[in-house]
């Protein structure tokens, strides 16, 4: 069965504070691992990572993955209000329906 | 060019009523999916279509039906609402480019209470 683990589950932070998200998993086929961020609807598309220990990066975001090890993290620099917000990690499985599975993810808190 | 809309985006109902949710696209895309989000376990695929006519189960299918007649719409039917389905349905939409993945595009959801 497929599992993915995200942890913390929720953390509490104050501007400017460096925070890294992690996420393991164990997914039948593994095709690639995608991070979003989903603050008061819709998850909206981060990162999508496909090789080993090339690091992505986008302004203080920024995101590595480990496939021998099975796990990714997500770092966020310098961290602002506007962070706050549910960090949802998604391994996808190559096959049929391309399909996501997604672990519970991490709220995370930035105090002003 | 909305991408993903969702209609409607809240409902009461009672148990045993039944309702369908229209999830519409305008990208194009030939994939499309239907999860169900509560708290403390992230998103969880209920039914999903790699094409028009098509339609496959996901992780928790029991107690709804989908239909895809058409490429750009994805509805999602509750026969007899239970409180158990109460949650926020999002569905999502997205086409594989080739050997490359593709992202999921999510709709604004719909927060669905069954009383």
């Known amino acids: 069965e497929d599992k993915v683990v995200q942890s913390p589950l929720s953390l509490v932070v104050h501007e400017g504070d460096t925070v890294t998200l992690n996420c393991s998993y164990e997914?039948?086929?593994?095709?690639?691992l995608l991070w979003y961020k989903q603050e008061k609807k819709a998850p909206t598309f981060l990162f999508m990572l496909?090789?080993?220990?090339i690091e992505k990066k986008s302004g203080r975001l920024s995101s590595i993955l480990d496939k021998k090890e099975l796990f990714s993290i997500l770092n966020i620099t310098a961290t602002q209000t506007g962070d706050s917000a549910i960090y949802l990690c998604?391994?996808?499985?190559?096959?049929?329906?391309?399909?996501?599975?997604f672990g519970a993810g991490t709220i995370l808190r930035v105090k002003s | 060019n909305a991408g993903v809309t969702q209609t409607p985006k809240f409902r009461v109902l009672k148990t045993g009523q039944s309702m369908t949710l229209l999830c519409a696209q305008d990208?194009?895309?030939?994939?499309m999916y239907w999860y169900r989000q509560d708290p403390g376990m992230g998103l969880r695929l209920i039914h999903y279509?790699?094409?028009?006519?098509?339609?496959a189960k996901g992780e928790v299918p029991d107690g709804y039906n989908v239909s895809r007649l058409k490429k750009q719409n994805f509805l999602l039917g509750l026969e007899s609402a239970a409180p158990s389905q109460t949650s926020v349905y999002f569905c999502?939409?997205?086409?594989?480019?080739?050997?490359?993945?593709?992202?999921?595009?999510f709709g604004p959801g719909t927060r669905l209470t069954v009383t």
């Open positions: 998604a391994p996808s499985s190559a096959g049929y329906g391309n399909k996501l599975v």
């Open positions: 496909t090789s080993s220990g």
């Open positions: 999502a939409s997205s086409f594989p480019r080739g050997m490359l993945d593709y992202e999921q595009y």
């Open positions: 990208m194009n895309h030939e994939y």
């Open positions: 279509s790699v094409g028009e006519g098509t339609t």
């Open positions: 997914v039948t086929n593994f095709r690639s």
